[in-house]
């Protein structure tokens, strides 16, 4: 069954540093993947999209990676801010058909420190 | 930007009770709606697919006749959870795709409902 996996640890960085998370995923070939932000009982909301024919896609501070071949999407944030810290959670979207349904990751907890 | 409403936020019942939570897009039809459940640092887990006009699709465990779903319109889909018993205390949280859009485009969140059974 697909699998996917993030730090489940929280990553804590000092303010104005570049934060690195990472989502990688088995038994599943995306066609493309997408970034949400988690704030505590709140919903998730989307940050950045990239598909399977692109490397890299930027949006301000934001900077995302798709590997195919390893298998991995990278989620930089770059000058970090304490107005960062939330849940960061990656999820794959479906070749074709399924109503588009995504598969979530469990997410990473960001705290960026001042 | 679109705009997905779920109320209430928080409801707190005895055992037994059916509690129904509304999804609905503000600013956007929505053909497609979905219905999640997250536990403590755990990911999302997709409940059921709501279709306007049609019945939900279900994924895998997810007793429908627990889940009633009812998406009546292209703005508003409905969760019911009926007899809740304490078990299904959990956060819920609805999205929707805007209807209107093509490809691969992101799915839109509500706040979430927090439900605890007493």
């Known amino acids: 069954s697909q699998k996917i996996e993030q730090n489940s640890e929280a990553l804590n960085i000092q303010e104005g540093k570049t934060a690195t998370l990472t989502c990688n995923y088995t038994n599943y070939s995306p066609a493309y993947l997408q970034w949400y932000r988690q704030d505590p009982g709140r919903g998730p909301v989307f940050l950045l999209l990239?598909?399977?024919?692109?490397k890299e896609k930027r949006k301000e501070r934001l900077k995302v990676t798709f590997d195919t071949t390893l298998k991995q999407s990278l989620f930089h944030i770059t000058a970090s801010q304490p107005a960062d810290s939330a849940t960061y959670l990656c999820a794959l979207g479906p070749r074709s058909g399924g109503y588009n349904k995504l598969i979530f990751g469990a997410g990473t907890r960001l705290a960026v420190h001042p | 930007g679109a705009v997905v409403s779920q109320h209430p936020s928080r409801v707190i019942c005895k055992s037994g009770t059916s509690v129904k939570i509304e999804c609905r897009s503000l600013d956007f039809q929505a053909t497609t709606m979905f219905w999640y459940r997250q536990f403590p640092k755990q990911s999302l887990m997709l409940m059921a697919t709501?279709?306007?006009?049609?019945?939900?699709?279900?994924e895998q465990g997810v007793e429908k006749d627990k889940f009633l779903i009812n998406h009546a319109s292209l703005t508003l889909s409905t969760l019911t959870v009926t007899s809740a018993h304490p078990e299904d205390s959990s956060f819920y949280i609805c999205?929707?795709?805007?209807?209107?859009?093509?490809?691969?485009?992101?799915?839109?969140f509500g706040d979430g409902t927090r439900l605890s059974i007493l």
């Open positions: 999205s929707a795709r805007d209807s209107g859009t093509t490809g691969n485009q992101p799915q839109h």
């Open positions: 990239i598909r399977e024919n692109e």
């Open positions: 709501s279709n306007e006009g049609s019945k939900a699709t279900y």
